[in-house]
């Protein structure tokens, strides 16, 4: 009973720290990134106004006046919206994604204390398909807000993100197809060991799935240049009926849905946890957190990434956006799994 209740324990701390150290840390600290980076990119300084005490610590702080902002100005409803799924759309939208930082692959097995402790809080032989399958159900949040804010200009937002979303999702899925068939499994920690057992990460043996994925995950996240379910200059978008925390949720989901993304190219193409030439399973304590470090940076690289996309191209036009996805991405996704499978079968 004991070692039962130290398991469930031990369960519960990865999930705490997935959900609210790593993805909500990182996803406050990313709305100081997305202006800092902007404004380098942009040859201007930033924001950099909040301060304590007279300390602007480079814009450090705006972070938290945002959350204070969000957390006390008013949640307004518009008249004739549906008040139980206008609260409940952006929940759904934030807790889809939360759930999936709680799957994913932060590091392996260590030794420590004298017994045994995997790092990855929910560890499931189906990893890559309920990571993909929980990230879609976020779109529903997206439609239910639309749809209940009672807004014409919700409402199409709603739409386009429901068409992007299809799209994508099914980009998503194919351009794993080739690089899964190669590691024989579904369980992303798998895939991690499959990487380090062969000493080549698989970026190197599916390059093309790895630019495939990327983009397309990057579209499925709603962020420049795919943002055309908000697209404020042209539509408004599905959120314009919220207000306060309610419209910071569904802005957080955007960053925590990136975050996954990241965590999920990590994992599949980037080795996961591991670092080339180091032996951490056998390094103990020290070995996790190199692990989880590793895992970190390599996400947090991606992200940045990411931002210096958002920040050079231009947004597509709506049937750019599906053209991309239907007549591109997914056969270049097909003929990689085709090319895989004959590669294979040829090799032995």
Known sequence: MSLALDQAAWTAAKVVFAIFGFGLGIAGFLG???????AVMQDRIGANRASIFGFRALGLFHPIADAIKMLTKEDFVPRGADKTLHALAPMI?????L?????????????????????????SPVG?????????????????????????????????????????????????????FLYGTLDLQEAVLWQVRHGLWGIFVQPLAFLLFLTAGAAATKRAPFDLPEGESE?????????????????????????????????????GWSVPGLNLPGMGALGGLLMAASFSVKVLLLLFLLMQIRWTLPR????????????????L???????????????R
Request: aromatic letters at 12%; glycine letters at 14%.
């Open 32 to 38: 100081w990134v997305e202006r800092k980076q902007s």
């Open 93 to 97: 939208s934030l807790g889809a994604g």
């Open 99 to 123: 759930f999936c930082l709680a799957a994913l692959p932060f590091g392996g097995t260590v030794t420590a204390l004298g017994r045994a402790w995997d790092l990855q809080p929910i560890a």
């Open 128 to 180: 890559v398909p309920l990571v993909l399958a929980v990230l879609a159900l976020g779109a529903h949040g997206i439609v239910m807000a639309g749809y209940a804010s009672g807004s014409g200009y919700g409402l199409l937002g709603a739409l386009r993100g429901a068409a992007q979303m299809v799209a994508y999702e099914v980009c998503l899925a194919a351009s794993l197809a080739g690089v899964l």
């Open 235 to 271: 539509i408004v978008g599905y959120h314009v009926e919220y207000s306060g925390m309610k419209f910071g949720m569904f802005l957080m989901t955007d960053f925590v849905e990136s975050i996954v993304i990241c965590g999920l190219v990590t994992a599949l193409f980037l080795g």
């Open 316 to 331: 597509f036009r709506f049937d750019q956006l599906l053209d991309l996805g239907w007549k591109n991405l997914l056969p």
């Open 333 to 347: 996704s097909l003929l990689n799994f085709l090319a895989t499978i004959w590669g294979i079968y040829l090799w």
